[in-house]
C-alpha cells in the first residue's frame, strides 16, 4: 500500500490489561511518529523516532507507555496495566526526513472498559 | 497551557463563497505552521504549511497568512466545495520543518449547497 497503515483499527480492552498497537510507515521514510487524539481535542504528540532509535519521547504521559522500531521501519506502540483515560485513537505518521511533512495513518481507536 | 488554539470549534459557509479558519499560538519558538485536514474515520491529511519567513503561502484553493506579530494564521478556502466539508487542524513545531507538531483543538467546516 502507498499510506501509513495501522493495525488493528479498533481495540476494546478491559482495565488492566496490556495492548500492542502497530504502524507500518510509508516505506523509505525514515522518521516516524505517534500521536494521541482523545475525544474533541487535536492530536497530541507521544514519541518520535529517527531511523530505530526515539529521538524524542517527551510526550508519553507515564512508564506504561512505550513504542519501539527496532528494524527501523514498523513500529509498536505498547501500553501496560491500561486505565480508562487511555481510551482515545493513536495515530501514527512518517515523513521521509525528520523535518519533511508527515503523513498520517488511519489510526487505531482503543476503548479501555 | 494550550499553545495552539482554535477558538471556533464550527464554521458553516455557502458554497462558493470564502471560508476563513483562524488559529492563534503563544509560544514564540514555534517557526512552522501546518494546516490539516480531516475526514471522520481517517487520520490528518496535509493541507498546507507555512514558514515563519514567510507571511503568506498559496495552494490552489488555499492560502495560509501568518501574522507573527499577532502570533496569528488563517487559512483561507476560495471558493469553497462541499469535498471540503471536514474538521481543519491547526499545527506549529519549533525548530526548522515539522518536527514534533502541536495541534489545535480543529475547526468542523460545513460547506452548505
Known amino acids: 500500500g502507498a499510506g501509513v497503515s495501522q493495525t488493528p483499527s479498533n481495540k476494546v480492552t478491559e482495565k488492566g490489561k496490556y495492548v500492542e498497537l502497530r504502524c507500518d510507515p510509508i516505506?523509505?521514510?525514515?522518521?516516524l511518529y505517534w500521536y494521541r487524539q482523545s475525544l474533541g481535542q487535536g492530536p497530541e504528540f507521544l514519541i518520535y523516532?529517527?531511523?530505530?532509535?526515539?529521538?524524542?519521547d517527551s510526550g508519553l504521559p507515564n512508564d506504561r507507555f512505550f513504542a519501539v522500531r527496532p528494524e527501523g521501519s514498523v513500529s509498536t506502540l505498547k501500553i501496560q496495566r491500561t486505565e480508562r483515560g487511555d481510551s482515545a485513537v493513536y495515530l501514527c505518521?512518517?515523513?521521509?526526513?525528520?523535518?519533511?511533512?508527515?503523513?498520517f495513518g488511519p489510526g487505531t481507536r482503543l476503548t479501555v472498559l | 497551557d494550550q499553545q495552539v488554539k482554535q477558538n471556533s470549534p464550527s464554521l458553516s459557509v455557502q458554497e462558493g463563497r470564502i471560508s476563513i479558519l483562524n488559529c492563534d499560538y503563544t509560544?514564540?519558538?514555534?517557526?512552522?505552521f501546518l494546516w490539516y485536514k480531516k475526514y471522520p474515520a481517517e487520520g490528518p491529511t496535509f493541507l498546507i504549511s507555512?514558514?515563519?519567513?514567510?507571511d503568506k503561502n498559496e495552494d490552489g484553493r488555499f492560502t495560509v497568512f501568518l501574522n507573527k506579530s499577532a502570533k496569528h494564521l488563517s487559512l483561507h478556502i476560495v471558493p469553497s466545495q462541499p469535498g471540503d466539508s471536514a474538521v481543519y487542524f491547526c499545527?506549529?513545531?519549533?525548530?526548522?520543518?515539522?518536527?514534533?507538531?502541536?495541534f489545535g483543538q480543529g475547526t468542523r467546516l460545513t460547506i452548505n449547497p
Open positions: 507555512i514558514s515563519s519567513i514567510k
Open positions: 523516532f529517527q531511523g530505530t532509535g526515539a529521538a524524542d
Open positions: 499545527a506549529a513545531s519549533a525548530g526548522q520543518g515539522a518536527q514534533k507538531l502541536v
Open positions: 505518521a512518517s515523513s521521509l526526513m525528520l523535518t519533511d511533512t508527515q503523513y
Open positions: 509560544n514564540s519558538m514555534f517557526d512552522y
Open positions: 516505506s523509505g521514510h525514515t522518521a
